[in-house]
T-cell receptor, first 117, second 104 residues
């Protein structure tokens, strides 16, 4: 149990285009979903936290107009990178928790590798 | 400021050579310490959650312990398939991980 999927697993796009990444909890309802990015050999950096039906809470330094997050249902959250640039190239990972808040176990998706040319 | 520090950054062991990974933390109110395993190019895989000092959890060759200031991930008689990066997190704050490499 507690499986999280992400789609696509990798994407290459041209600078200036937008990319949407989906995160789904397959066998449980996720009250809270988290979006992270990870650079090579670095740890996960939280970008934003989203609760179903509410606006996402963004971490300091993360542009909410650039990284649009929609938590449309208890099993689906999407991250849209708008007007992507090469510096947005990274490994984006989502996670889902069954309970609201940061004290519950997070179950991670397999990640999406974004390369912006 | 909440902080999670892992050591060592990297560790190479011979197969069967037991060792421990350290995770020290300074947080204002522990609401769970988490250990994850991450293989290259993949998302983290949940291993353990610890909530209170003195708590211990085991899974196969791994054992996690928790004190008021740090947690240890003990690896007993590791095998090459245990090679991975092990991440420690307190809530949403992650350490940089320990890259473990087990030599056959």
């Amino acid at each position: 149990g507690a499986v999280v999927s992400q789609h696509p697993s990798w994407v290459i796009c041209k600078s200036g285009t937008s990319v949407k990444i989906e995160c789904r909890s397959l066998d449980f309802q996720a009250t809270t979903m988290f979006w992270y990015r990870q650079f090579p050999k670095q740890s996960l950096m939280l970008m934003a936290t989203s609760n179903e039906g509410s606006k996402a809470t963004y971490e300091q330094g993360v542009e909410k107009d650039k990284f649009l997050i929609n938590h449309a249902s208890l099993t689906l959250s999407t991250l849209t990178v708008t007007s992507a640039h090469p510096e947005d190239s990274s490994f984006y990972i989502c996670s889902a928790a069954k309970v609201a808040g940061v004290g519950d176990t997070q179950y991670f998706g397999p990640g999406t590798r974004l390369t912006v040319l | 400021e909440d902080q999670v520090t892992q050591s060592p950054e990297a560790l190479r062991l011979q197969e069967g050579e037991s060792s421990s990974l350290n995770c020290s933390y300074t947080v204002s109110g522990l609401r769970g310490l988490f250990w994850y395993r991450q293989d290259p190019g993949k998302g983290p895989e949940f291993l353990f959650t610890l909530y209170s000092a003195g708590e211990e959890k085991e899974k196969e060759r791994l054992k996690a312990t928790l004190t008021k200031k740090e947690s240890f991930l003990h690896i007993t008689a590791p095998k090459p398939e245990d090679s991975a990066t092990y991440l420690c997190a307190v809530g949403i704050i992650f350490g940089k991980g320990t890259r473990l490499h087990i030599l056959p």
